[in-house]
């Protein structure tokens, strides 16, 4: 582990190329920064990814700027990348251009044998994440938040700034002389995400003690997930679910191992569960010689109502 300053970096030494996604503001200035010095350290080459989404006029002017403001990172190459459109998007704009940011940062790694790719998530951002996720109706694994490391299809998505604020990067950057631009949108509250943010602060709420709060919801997610490791050893083969054995178990891993094999059997896009209200609906209405469909799958319950079988649609 390379420690800055409180800021502490978990990446393997072995690996010599890594990216980061730089959008100039002032989290992802002070992580390439951090990430730039581990470089140093591990004789690994940095490439700093900059995304030009086509949304404003001076965008392109800002990539360059950011561009300039980075020239002097150890071990650094910086990129833009442009997100190509002939329309802005009427509708769910932010959600639409990080759809693209990511595919175009994804697309860059793949092509330049990168396993890694760096983000500036931080605890803020997780007090965010956890109020729309629960706004949504989100069970545990999604109340437990972000993770240090998740997969974006081929490539690993790191996130070494969780349990650290908005304010302490903003602080590390003028420590070491940075210079960041903060992105328009977080002050507009036409978004819901400055909306959101300037409410929580002004109910006082506290990175530290948030963080604690989902450290003990992951505690209670991994015991979850190891009964439902224990249950889907018992319960399930071939795609066949062994109902009244299942029914056993109490509800929750129920729902969770059914979940887990029609995600796994399904045919759909994309890296998501299926919807957790219609597992609930199946396992709470099939009955025997019924069949459902969710995901992709088609899911039938045998005659004696003993066995769930799960089919690729």
Request: proline share 3%; hydrophobic share 35%.
């Amino acid at each position: 582990m390379f420690k800055i300053g409180h800021m502490n970096i978990n990446i393997p030494e072995n690996q010599k190329n890594i990216a980061v996604a730089l959008s100039g503001g002032g989290d992802s200035m002070a992580l390439s920064h951090m990430i730039c010095a581990w470089a140093e350290e591990n004789n690994t080459q940095v490439h700093l990814l900059t995304v030009n989404h086509n949304l404003r006029e001076e965008a392109m002017e800002e990539c360059k700027n950011i561009a300039n403001w980075v020239t002097d990172f150890p071990n650094a190459i910086h990129h833009i990348l442009t997100w190509e459109h002939d329309l802005k998007p009427n509708t769910a704009v932010m959600e639409k251009a990080r759809t693209a940011r990511y595919s175009l940062m994804r697309d860059y790694c793949v092509e330049h044998n990168i396993q890694t790719l760096c983000v500036g998530h931080h605890g803020d951002d997780q007090i965010e994440t956890f109020f729309f996720r629960l706004a949504k109706g989100s069970g545990l694994s999604g109340l437990t938040g972000m993770k240090d490391w998740s997969t974006l299809e081929d490539i690993q998505i790191y996130r070494p700034l969780l349990g650290h604020s908005h304010a302490e990067l903003i602080q590390y950057c003028k420590d070491n002389q940075l210079q960041w631009i903060e992105d328009p949108s977080n002050e507009n509250d036409d978004y819901a995400r400055p909306r959101l943010r300037k409410a929580l602060v002004n109910e006082g709420f506290e990175i530290s003690r948030f963080v604690k709060t989902l450290a003990r919801l992951s505690r209670a997610q991994d015991a979850i997930d190891w009964l439902v490791d224990e249950a889907t050893k018992k319960c399930v083969m071939d795609k066949k679910i062994t109902f009244n054995v299942l029914k056993t178990y109490p509800l929750d891993i129920q729902i969770r191992v059914l979940q887990n094999v029609i995600h796994i059997t399904g045919q759909t896009t994309g890296n998501y569960p299926p919807k957790l209200e219609r597992v609930e609906e199946i396992i709470a209405t099939i009955l025997p010689s019924q069949s459902a469909t969710l995901h992709g799958c088609l899911i039938t319950c045998s005659k004696d109502g003993n066995t769930l079988e799960i089919k690729g649609a």
